[in-house]
């Protein structure tokens, strides 16, 4: 069971690798969308509502999962507190990096309102450009020792850069333009995010990227039932195999276009990340990993094979041909990969993250337990 073997890797580590004085990484700065956001969405714009958080934060914590998210665990695994979200005013704390990632971001500037589609004003450039003002406010007002909410000036250079986006650009056009109308702009994704990482490297001093790539989307609940599909695009798990394999190529030319900018980024580590193969084993076999509920939505309605109902999303409710239509959500999410259809439930978060913490899904391999004390994750 991976579940295990990722868990026994990360405590396996010989203790001759592992540094005296703790984690390399003093700061993590996130880009990305709703898989990783920790709020920034949610400070923008309405509150985010139950019952969102009722595993973790017993509340609703701008995560969009039952609790804790991927970028939470890997904080925790590097020894650094949750991330705050750079929109979020009150409350936050930045001396260890700051989450730039908002929920329905895109990599491409977008061409319409958050009020009309769904999609974050808040883009990739949108949120490279919000990292050079806060370098910027650090630099004017920090110092090296740093201060009660800002970093030392001297961080930008030591820290982890993490890139967890793109979902939003593959998934969003696919129910119009279909998967070969997709496939004309997703060079220009790929691209979009090695120029932000060469754009850090020089402007901010970024020498450590991760980026993570697209999960597949062909086994969602909410793309089951939203995207047109014939059973026999259904493979033996229930997942939507043109989808699926559009995914991996486009997986592959972000691969390929990363290899291509690691020879203009002297004395840096760019790291592709395979959370691909890890969410796709939970969808696949997800009592291998102690869940039992693979493609249906912990949080949804409808129930059936995936309880998920396009008109009203978890958390929500809505009048619909007359009836007042609530979602809910179920007791156990523990047991679910999907949490509303669209997104992981924290069981299957952390078992991604035991996964992206032993070193096991990057290319080229990184051994994090060379430059970092990793803690136990719980």
């Keep these: 069971m991976y579940y295990f073997i990722f868990f026994a890797l ?13 984690c390399d990484f003093p700061a993590i700065f996130n880009f990305g969308d709703s898989n990783s956001d920790t709020g920034g969405f949610w400070a923008a714009f309405p509150a985010q509502t139950r019952p969102f958080g009722m595993t973790y934060f017993g509340k609703p914590a701008g995560r969009a999962s039952d609790g804790r998210a991927v970028i939470d665990f890997l904080a925790q695994g590097f020894g650094l507190p949750f991330l705050s979200p750079y929109l979020q005013s009150i409350g936050s704390n930045f001396t260890h990096g700051a989450n730039f990632a908002t929920a329905a971001s895109t990599v491409r500037l977008p061409s319409t309102s958050v009020f009309v589609s769904g999609v ?39 820290s982890l850069y993490i890139f967890d986006i793109g979902q939003n650009d593959f998934s969003g056009g696919l129910a119009s333009l279909g998967i070969q109308g997709v496939k004309q702009y997703l060079p220009q994704v790929a691209s979009q995010i090695a ?22 989307i062909g086994c969602f609940p909410a793309f089951l039932t939203e995207l047109p599909h014939n059973t026999s695009d259904l493979d033996m798990y229930g997942c939507m195999m043109s989808y699926n394999n559009a995914v991996l190529d486009y997986n592959l030319m972000l691969k390929d276009t990363l290899s291509q900018i690691r020879d203009q980024l002297p004395g840096a580590t760019l790291v592709y990340v395979d959370t691909h193969s890890v969410k796709l084993e939970l969808f696949q076999h997800p009592k291998d990993h102690g869940l039992v509920y693979a ?84």
């Design 295 to 378: 493609t249906k939505a912990c949080c949804g309605e409808g129930g059936g094979d995936y309880n998920f109902n396009p008109h009203v999303f978890c958390g929500y409710s809505k009048v619909i041909d007359g009836k007042n239509v609530s979602t809910s959500a179920c007791a156990d999410p523990q047991n679910y990969v999907s949490w509303d259809g669209v997104h992981a439930t924290e069981a299957a978060n952390k078992i991604l993250a035991f996964g992206i913490l032993n070193g096991s899904l990057f290319d080229p391999p990184f051994p994090l337990s060379k430059y970092c004390d990793l803690q136990p994750i719980g």
């Design 10 to 22: 990360l405590f396996l580590v010989p203790p001759a690798t592992l540094t005296d004085a703790g």
């Design 195 to 216: 120029w932000t990482i060469k754009d850090i490297y020089d402007e901010v001093g970024g020498r450590t990227f991760m980026v993570f790539n697209l999960a597949p």
């Design 120 to 158: 974050s004003p808040f883009s990739l450039a949108i949120q490279l450009n919000q990292m050079k003002e806060f370098r910027t406010r650090v630099l004017e007002f920090s110092n090296p020792q740093g201060n009660n909410y800002l970093p030392p000036t001297d961080i930008f250079s030591k």
